[in-house]
């Protein structure tokens, strides 16, 4: 079985940052299009970030210019700078395999911004 597992996320004050990791196991093959979900309390979970195996990256409106989403391999990382208490939210990552079936999820990391 494939298991993506996060990292990095924790408590910060607005206008910090936090790097989160993602690393996927239990398979030899490179993952296609991975990204970056987020979900706040009563939210949806929504896009924050892709990016393919190409590098070709895409972001949210609200993240540009603040997040900068890279990968290595099945690794995927989430660069956060200037962070405000609305991207509070737990943090998901995923990838397609690279022959069809469902993307693999992550557990989650928790994401929290305040003074």
């Known amino acids: 079985q494939v298991q993506l597992v996060e990292s990095g996320g924790g408590l910060v004050q607005p206008g910090g940052s936090l790097r989160l990791s993602c690393a996927a196991s239990?398979?030899?093959?490179?993952?296609?299009?991975m990204g970056w979900y987020r979900q706040a309390p009563g939210k949806q979970r929504e896009l924050v970030a892709t990016?393919?195996?190409?590098?070709s990256t895409n972001y949210a409106d609200s993240v540009k210019g603040r997040f900068t989403i890279s990968r290595d391999k099945n690794t995927v990382y989430l660069q956060m700078n200037s962070l405000k208490p609305e991207d509070t939210a737990v943090y998901y990552c995923?990838?397609?395999?690279?022959?069809?079936?469902?993307?693999?999820w992550g557990q989650g990391t928790q994401v929290t911004v305040s003074s």
């Open positions: 239990g398979s030899i093959f490179r993952l296609r299009t």
């Open positions: 990016i393919t195996s190409g590098s």
């Open positions: 995923n990838g397609a395999p690279p022959i069809g079936g469902s993307v693999y």
